[in-house]
């Protein structure tokens, strides 16, 4: 069946703000509650004893087990991805992208010129860098045409590295969130949290709309308003509102990675 | 005693570390000034010596040249887009960033550029690399932004960073800041640093303190001086009392020897 729409839908950045009247006030309140659950929990899992170097926890730590046959793992998948960043912080800033494929390259080359994605990407052939090219031209139109224009005034913010130190510094949350938008200093909660994916959504994109909530409420001790994932693969948007409920279940899954991270480093 | 003091950057942090800032701040005079020369003159140095907080952090180990990235290139282009948006009511940050993205470009095509200067290499850079710039320096400004209005004293970013020519000693000290708040009378310097802080973050600290108090034509020390780590949700802070500043300049003073020593040996 085909549903006419009377008017157009909603683009990603319109789903995530939402309606101004409607946002709950900010909860400044629940971080501490819960630095003190991961704190406990830290202590529950390492028994006290330290590990030789920090255990550092990010969104990939979270997968119950290994995946093997994941397209996004292969080295065009990670490259792919890589790319679809950069252009999603050009967009961000209002840069108007007309060769996807060389724009994304010219961004990422002037900040990483080695490391493994580097490696991979001087690995590939002829046919293969033409294949990664029109992959990127397909995701990033998937994510044009979803996203939508960003208003300077929602205070965007791209590829944010963040980190949180618990259990003395033995344990590290680290997380990059792909978009950002809102104040931590507004009276209602307006920050929302968007992680761009070029897999199809999964439990794992589930997992790390949690983690990113989780982490963002640590780091700035306000909670924020929604967390989201995109897949430009199936134009796929996912949005949760971070709620007491979404939160507990990122301390479970931090402290289930820790658990598996701490038997088998 | 150190008066060193370490806690969670959460939405109060910043207006607490304010509000409790000492009143009173120590003073160097021209005595402190004349020492503190004649300590680094004993540290025989063949070119011109640079230090601050990150090379005393580093104890003096060299690091690989600098070169502009957009990363390098945010806090300038950041800093100075916060100031112009604060100067311009109405005047959304991003545009902000971009008019001073444009006005170093322009720097850049009228000749007034130097060659290695930031307007030189973005000027050179292709169009997606500027992009990439604003979009960092977006992210800097936001957060100096975000950080800056949960203080209710009045602040201003900072014009520069500042700097203090040790005399007859060829050595010149530059001390991080990026805000500067007025509170009764004294003044509390903010500087902000991406990732999460070393052990070594306090000494770093106590040299901005100490290379901005020399920098103040009276010698006044900041009340006190906060580092803000927003990427890790931490801030550190120190006053301006005299041991701090002792403290600071010792650690100058061996991070200039310890560079002689790696000099030497790597000369060797």
């Avoid at chain 1, 961000?92 to 996807?100: A, L, R, T, W």
């Avoid at chain 1, 294949?131 to 224009?149: N, P, S």
Wanted: glycine fraction near 8%; include cysteine.
């Amino acid at each position: 069946m085909t549903t006419l729409l009377d008017s157009p839908a909603p683009s990603v950045v319109e789903a995530l703000r939402g309606e101004r009247r409607r946002r709950p006030l900010a909860d400044r309140a629940s971080s501490s509650g819960l630095r003190a659950q991961l704190e406990d929990g830290i202590f529950e899992v390492t028994a006290g004893h330290r590990p030789a170097a920090p255990i550092v926890i990010r969104t990939s730590s979270l997968r119950v087990a290994p995946l093997t046959t994941d397209l996004a793992s292969s080295s065009l998948g990670r490259l792919r991805g890589v790319l679809l960043i950069e252009l999603l912080r050009l967009a961000s800033v209002g840069f108007q992208v007309e060769s996807p494929f060389d724009d994304a390259l010219d961004a990422w080359r002037c900040q990483s010129s080695s490391g493994a994605v580097a490696d991979g990407l001087e690995r590939l052939n002829r046919d293969e860098v033409a294949r990664l090219a029109t992959d990127v031209e397909a995701h990033w139109t998937t994510l044009r045409r979803a996203l939508g224009t960003v208003p300077g005034p929602w205070l965007p913010r791209s590829a944010l590295r963040v980190s949180q130190h618990l259990g003395g510094g033995d344990v590290v949350l680290a997380d990059t969130v792909d978009l950002m938008l809102g104040s931590t200093n507004t009276d209602v909660a307006s920050v929302t949290l968007l992680d761009v994916t070029t897999s199809p959504l999964g439990d794992g994109a589930e997992r790390a709309l949690r983690f990113h909530a989780l982490v963002q409420t640590l780091r700035t001790g306000v909670v924020p308003l929604r967390s989201s994932a995109f897949s430009s693969a199936t134009g796929e948007l996912w949005v949760r509102d971070v709620d007491r409920e979404l939160l507990q279940r990122g301390v479970r899954d931090v402290l289930e990675a820790l658990g598996r991270l701490w038997r088998n480093p | 005693m150190t008066t060193l003091a370490h806690r969670r950057l959460d939405a109060h942090a910043l207006e607490l570390l304010v509000i409790d800032a000492p009143n009173v701040s120590s003073a160097l005079t021209d005595d402190h000034r004349r020492s503190l020369s004649a300590r680094f003159r004993a540290v025989a140095t063949v070119g011109h010596r640079r230090l601050d907080a990150w090379s005393v952090e580093q104890a003096g180990r060299t690091t690989k040249g600098f070169a502009w990235s957009p990363r390098t290139a945010r806090r300038i282009i950041g800093n100075a887009a916060v100031a112009r948006a604060e100067g311009q009511p109405g005047l959304t940050l991003i545009d902000a960033v971009r008019d001073e993205v444009t006005d170093q470009l322009l720097r850049a095509t009228s000749g007034y550029s130097r060659t290695g200067s930031l307007a030189h290499w973005l000027a050179s850079a292709p169009n997606p690399v500027i992009g990439l710039v604003s979009a960092e320096a977006l992210n800097w400004a936001i957060q100096l932004r975000e950080l800056a209005e949960t203080v209710s004293s009045p602040w201003k970013v900072a014009g520069s960073d500042s700097y203090y020519d040790v005399a007859s000693a060829r050595t010149t000290l530059r001390g991080r800041r990026d805000l500067v708040v007025a509170h009764e009378g004294t003044r509390v310097v903010v500087r902000v640093r991406s990732g999460a802080p070393g052990k070594s973050a306090g000494p770093g600290l106590r040299a901005d303190l100490t290379v901005d108090t020399l920098a103040d034509p009276l010698g006044v020390a900041p009340a006190r001086l906060i580092g803000l780590w927003p990427d890790a949700g931490v801030c550190l802070s120190v006053d301006g009392s005299m041991d701090d500043l002792r403290a600071g300049a010792r650690d100058l003073v061996r991070t200039a020897v310890a560079q002689r020593r790696t000099l030497t040996a790597l000369a060797a």
